[in-house]
């Protein structure tokens, strides 16, 4: 029932900046979390960051401290703020919305970070 749709994905230099943000539409439970995914070539796929309905965020080890995650509620949208990118931060970026029986998912944005 939920839509997600992905935008910011591109390309950067390593050492720049990037934001990512998902719109959800639909039907929103009160009770749920937001987050953001990224799988690269070869890699399982890992969590980026995540926010919760109650305001509490996880970030994965490889982006703490570089990387927040943003939540608008009265627009229902979550924003990633990317900065000092790395090459190995390149992957397709996937939003995603976990509720009580269930998930949903974007269909990914790519990120390429250069040297």
């Known amino acids: 029932q939920v839509q997600l749709v992905e935008s910011g994905g591109g390309l950067v230099q390593a050492g720049g900046s990037l934001r990512l943000s998902c719109a959800a539409s639909g039907s929103i439970f009160s009770i749920h979390t937001l987050g953001w995914y990224r799988q690269a070539p070869g890699s399982q796929r890992e969590l980026v960051a995540k926010?919760?309905?109650?305001?509490?965020?996880d970030y994965g080890d490889s982006v703490k401290g570089r990387f927040t995650i943003y939540r608008d509620g009265g627009k229902n949208t979550v924003s990633l703020q990317m900065d000092s990118l790395r090459p190995e931060d390149t992957a397709v970026y996937y939003c995603?919305?976990?509720?009580?029986?269930?998930?949903?998912w974007g269909q990914g944005t790519q990120v390429t970070v250069s040297s």
């Open positions: 926010a919760t309905s109650d305001g509490v965020t």
């Open positions: 995603y919305y976990l509720f009580p029986g269930g998930s949903n």
